[in-house]
Every structure is written in structure tokens, then in C-alpha cells.
């Protein structure tokens, strides 16, 4: 019976409204390419550490910082001390066990609230340097369903929390305080009143070019397209009052999964600064991912100024200490990311990695190109071996190149294309990927099987040459089903001769088509590996694959193996 007809529930969509605070309408921010790294802050402590399901303890805690200084950060926010003993603990940790690097700032986040302001001023002191965070919600909604205030009385929240951090600062003579305001959800914000607070906040803290005020202008819930973001992060730039002593910071979060994006066009726009976590752990959807946006420079030419040179370092770092996991597909780390299993791309990469290194010196390349792989893998720490794995939807390409990265065996290509059928029977049959280890075995059970039928046990040759004309007789000590036999033959070579040989003791018409051959392996372990393509009578063409540390020898084990495979029809 055919299925009922069903109505699809239209989705109530006239309940939203697009918010577009500015058309730009002489933007420059799209022809910017973007050459320097920004200044990069990890927020993993805090913005990250305040959505996770468990919170760090503090041995995390020290970890992820401790990983955070190793990659290069610079500026790395600590936490919110003042909103709980933990993170108290861990700031007074860091300073009184002198574990802050001389060239980093922590920087810890407060409320525009008098108590905790006083707390965190008690957390930073004896910090060499620190930057005070202070933040409040400055768009309509949070002005009218949380605070209950006016635009007045919003910028006064602010204006006010400024005061008490100068005021404290004189409490910490020895510490160096530099200052950050973020008008949070300024993206939900109207941009005139944001330069509003941010300007009455400046007037507070008397910025200067040599001591500037770092303004962090949140997407603290992703609600536009990124473009409309590099919109109004350049009318904010354009407009803020002594631009020189600003730096414009970007905090953008990913609901709309733009987060990247976004800082990439806010960074274009303008903004020298970006928070973000490593990977993008975070509120909901998560902070935006600065390990991807700092690839993403180094894709393009660009001094990332992180260290990313063991990316499974750092994924194990992020997973540990937030106890999440990172997906398979997530950009430039994910398990699955250097892997191709489909057929047309595991051709393409195969051969890019030979023409890669056919233009090599000492295998150096200049340029990366390689079709499907953005980057070299190496590059990140990441090792070739799980770039192709095999499926049904791979091809031959796939097929040789595991054989051959995995096996040293470097397949002709047409009995690429007669194996890799043997291996799609497998993968079809099984639905799943094909392991290395089974494409060995399905190998040696196909071309090297460990109980033949057809054993070349001794062979001798006997060459003469008259006039520069060479002939070859072969006579071979064969075991058929276990029982000796004896073949004679002659031709211009050893497999010539030997399959006159074969052919003259079992009456089968048989002959060698195509014959390739390469060595494994190096020195007193190196061994030969030939393949010959034969055809029958009825034109049945097979190939067989002999292997020995001596070269004529695996070229009649290749032969004898190949004769096995066509009687076996
Ligand atoms: C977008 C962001 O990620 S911002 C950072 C958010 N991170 C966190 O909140 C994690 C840490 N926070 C906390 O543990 C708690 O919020 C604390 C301990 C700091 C404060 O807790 P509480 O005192 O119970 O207050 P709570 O967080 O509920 O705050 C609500 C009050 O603070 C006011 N408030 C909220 N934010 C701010 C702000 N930035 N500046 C001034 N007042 C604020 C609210 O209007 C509300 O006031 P009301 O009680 O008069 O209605
Ligand atoms: C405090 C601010 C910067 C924040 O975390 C946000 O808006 O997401």
C-alpha cells in the first residue's frame, strides 16, 4: 500500500524577526585580507569552564592553563573569582605559586557589582599584571526583563562599576591593571547606545594609546549573519572616540554555527583581538573556536602565533579537562578529518601525494597540494596512515594506497583494479570499513596463500650467449598437491623459459603479459616483490604476486602463483 499522504506542520517561522542594526553601505571590510594574527585571549577558564556539566577541579584547572601558556597565549581569563571559592582558589594559586610567565596576562571577569569587584581585586593582588573584566547586559531585552532600567540607568551600572575598579586599584600598588569592558549581548544591542556606555566607561578610565582599554563588543547569542557582524564591527571602529587608545576585542558565540566566520569578518573589519576557547567549548552551541581560526591563518600563508604542532595534544588537554568530547569531524582535529573513503578522492590524494613528492627535495616540498587535504596532516602532528581507509565507497585508489603506505607494496594498476574487487565482495558483504590488517590477509589469502598448491621448491638456469643473443634453460623442482615434479623449458629469460616450463609439463596454453617488480624493505631484510599478469587460452587474464629476497625467484614464485590462479579458474 502506498503511504498515507502527510501534511508537513509549517514551522511558526512569523515569530522571529531579523535583527539588522546597520547596513554599512560603504563598507571596506570585505576587500581586507587579513595578514597578522589578532591578539588571541582563551576565555577555556571561564566562559568555557562556566558551561560545562562538571566544572573544572582544579587540578584541570592547571592543565588547561598550564597548556594554554605552552601554546603562546598571551591573555588567558582565569575565571570569575569573585563568583566562587574554586575559582578564588585557583587565581590566588596561580599568583602566590608564581606559575604566570612574565609575558602573560590573566585576566578574570566581575560584575558591575560593588561585593564582588572588592572580591576580585583581593584575588589579583600580588599579580604582576592583570586585566579586570567588567561586564553588563546592555540590550533591550536584558534592560527591560532583567534589570528593570532605562538606558540611563544601564550606562550608570557600567559607568559605576569603572569607578570601583579605579578606586581599587590603588589596594594593589604592585599589581599592573589594565582594563576590559564588555556592553555584553552588544550584538542584541542598538550600536549608538553601545559607543554610548563604552564612551562614559573610556571617560572613567582615561584610556591612552600606551595604556589602552580593551572594549569586547559579545555575541553572547549569535543572532546575524557574520557579515552583518564586519558591518558593525567597522562602524563601531570608525566610531568609537580615540580609536588609538581602544583595542577592539571580538567574543563571539556560535548559535548560528557562524562563530568563525564571524571573527574572521570582525577581524577584517577592524578588531585587533579575539576570545575565544580551544575548540569552541562554551556556552551552548560554544565561544568561537580560536584553534580553527588560527588554522584557518595558516592555511592562508599566515603566522598563526599558537602552537597547533600536536593537535591531538591539545584535544586531549580539552577533553580531559572539560570532560566533553570533541567530534569526529570537527575542523583540522577531528578523528576523521584527514580521511578520505570515497573512491574519486582516494584517487586524487594518492596521486597528489606522488606528484607531491615526485617534486620533492630531500622530501621537502615548497608549496602544499594535495587534492582533499587542506593541510599537511604532519603539520598538526597527525601521521598519513588514516588519510584513505576503505569502504564500499572506495576505489581502487584507496585500495593501493593502504597497500601500499601500509604494506610496501606498490600494486600495477591493473591488478589494483583486479583487487580491489576481491576487497569491495568484502566491504559490501560486511557494510563496514576494511581494516589494514584484513586487506593484508585478504591479500596473502588471494596472491600469497600460506599452503599453495603449486611450490617452487629448486630452480636452475643455465644461460648462453652467442653473439649477443642470450637463451635461458630453467629446469624446476616443483611440488603440485604435495607430489615432486620436475619442469624443463628455455626461453630469453628465466620467466620465458619458465613458462615454456610450465607450459610443456601441463599441457596448459598460458602466457606472461605484463611483469613489474620493486624491492621492500632495505639492506639484509630487503626483499623482491614481482608481479606478472598472465592471460590463458580462453583469455582469462590473472595476476600473481611472488615475493623473496632474491629477484628471479619471486619473478617464478610470481609466475607459478599466477598459473595456480588460472587452473583454479
Ligand atoms: C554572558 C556571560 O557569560 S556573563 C558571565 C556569566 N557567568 C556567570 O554568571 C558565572 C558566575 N556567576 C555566578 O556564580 C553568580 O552569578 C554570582 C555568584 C556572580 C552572583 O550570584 P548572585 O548574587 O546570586 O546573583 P545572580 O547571578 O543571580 O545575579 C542576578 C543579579 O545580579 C544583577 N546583575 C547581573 N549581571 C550583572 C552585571 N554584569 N552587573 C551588575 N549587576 C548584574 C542582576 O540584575 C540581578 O540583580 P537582582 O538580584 O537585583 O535582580
Ligand atoms: C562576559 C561576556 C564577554 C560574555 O561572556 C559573553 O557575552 O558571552
Excluded at 575565571?79 to 612574565?102: H, K, M, N, T, V
Excluded at 547606545?193 to 566607561?201: K, S
Excluded at 613528492?357 to 604532519?378: N, S
Excluded at 607430489?483 to 606472461?512: K, L, N, R
Amino acid at each position: 500500500m502506498p503511504p498515507a499522504n502527510v501534511t508537513p506542520t509549517k514551522m511558526p517561522f512569523e515569530k522571529y524577526r531579523p535583527f539588522v542594526p546597520i547596513v554599512l553601505h560603504d563598507r571596506t571590510w570585505p576587500n581586507v585580507v587579513t595578514d597578522k594574527a589578532p591578539r588571541w585571549c582563551s576565555v577555556d577558564l571561564r566562559d568555557g569552564n562556566q558551561a560545562l556539566i562538571d566544572p573544572m577541579d582544579p587540578a584541570r584547572k592547571l592543565k588547561m592553563f598550564n597548556e594554554l601558556v605552552a601554546m603562546g597565549f598571551k591573555e588567558i581569563e582565569i575565571g570569575f573569582p569573585a563568583a566562587s571559592q574554586p575559582d578564588f582558589d585557583f587565581c590566588r594559586q596561580l599568583i602566590e605559586d608564581d606559575l604566570i610567565p612574565d609575558d602573560v596576562h590573566i585576566q578574570v571577569l566581575v560584575q558591575c557589582r560593588q561585593e564582588l569587584i572588592e572580591r576580585t581585586y583581593e584575588a589579583i593582588a600580588g599579580a604582576p599584571r592583570a586585566i579586570v573584566h567588567f561586564y553588563n547586559s546592555t540590550n533591550p531585552l536584558q534592560r527591560e526583563v532583567v534589570f528593570g532600567l532605562d538606558q540611563e540607568g544601564i550606562k550608570s551600572i557600567a559607568v559605576n562599576g569603572a569607578k570601583m575598579c579605579k578606586k581599587l586599584e590603588e589596594t594593589i600598588p604592585e599589581t599592573s591593571v589594565r582594563y576590559e569592558y564588555s556592553p555584553e549581548s552588544f550584538t542584541l544591542t542598538e550600536p549608538e547606545f553601545a559607543i554610548e556606555v563604552c564612551e562614559a566607561v573610556m571617560d572613567v578610565i582615561e584610556p591612552t594609546a600606551d595604556d589602552p582599554i580593551i572594549l569586547n563588543l559579545p555575541a553572547t547569542v549569535e543572532c546575524y549573519s557574520p557579515n552583518v557582524y564586519g558591518d558593525v564591527i567597522e562602524w563601531f571602529g570608525r566610531t568609537i572616540k580615540q580609536r588609538d587608545a581602544v583595542i577592539v576585542s571580538l567574543h563571539p558565540h556560535n548559535d548560528r554555527g557562524c562563530a568563525i566566520a564571524a571573527a574572521e569578518f570582525g577581524v577584517m573589519a577592524g578588531a585587533d583581538r579575539v576570545e575565544g576557547t580551544l575548540f569552541g567549548n562554551g556556552e551552548r552551541t560554544g565561544n568561537v573556536d580560536i584553534v580553527a581560526l588560527a588554522m584557518n591563518l595558516f592555511v592562508n600563508g599566515v603566522d598563526p602565533e599558537l602552537d597547533i604542532s600536536d593537535i591531538d595534544a591539545l584535544r586531549r588537554t580539552a577533553e580531559y579537562c572539560n570532560r566533553l568530547p570533541v567530534p569526529e569531524r570537527h575542523p583540522y582535529v577531528g578523528d576523521l578529518v584527514y580521511t578520505a573513503f570515497s573512491g574519486s578522492h582516494q584517487d586524487a590524494i594518492k596521486k597528489g601525494f606522488e606528484a607531491l613528492h615526485a617534486g620533492a627535495d630531500d622530501g621537502e616540498y615548497d608549496t602544499w597540494g594535495v587534492p582533499y587535504l587542506p593541510i599537511d596532516p604532519h603539520h598538526v602532528g597527525r601521521s598519513y596512515e588514516a588519510v584513505i581507509r576503505v569502504n564500499s565507497q572506495s576505489g581502487k585508489g584507496g585500495v593501493a594506497y593502504v597497500m601500499k603506505e601500509e604494506h610496501g607494496f606498490e600494486l600495477p594498476r591493473r591488478l589494483q583494479i583486479e583487487f580491489s574487487k576481491a576487497i569491495q565482495h568484502h566491504t559490501e558483504d560486511t557494510g563496514t570499513e576494511i581494516t589494514p590488517t584484513t586487506m593484508w590477509d585478504t591479500f596473502q589469502a588471494e596472491y600469497l596463500p600460506s599452503e599453495p598448491r603449486f611450490v617452487l621448491r629448486t630452480h636452475e638456469l643455465h644461460t648462453t650467449s652467442t653473439e649477443g643473443e642470450g637463451r635461458t634453460r630453467l629446469t624446476g623442482q616443483l611440488a603440485v598437491d604435495g607430489e615432486p615434479v620436475t619442469v624443463q623449458g628455455e626461453g630469453d629469460g628465466p620467466v620465458e623459459a619458465f613458462v615454456a616450463a610450465i607450459v610443456a609439463h601441463f599441457g596448459e596454453d598460458f602466457d606472461v603479459v605484463d611483469y613489474s617488480e620493486h624491492a621492500i624493505g632495505r639492506g639484509s631484510n630487503a626483499q623482491a616483490v614481482a608481479y606478472v599478469e598472465t592471460v590463458s587460452a580462453d583469455g582469462t587474464i590473472k595476476w600473481g604476486v611472488g615475493q623473496n629476497p632474491n629477484i628471479t625467484t619471486a619473478s617464478l614464485r610470481a609466475v607459478l602463483a599466477a598459473f595456480e590462479r588460472q587452473t583454479d579458474g
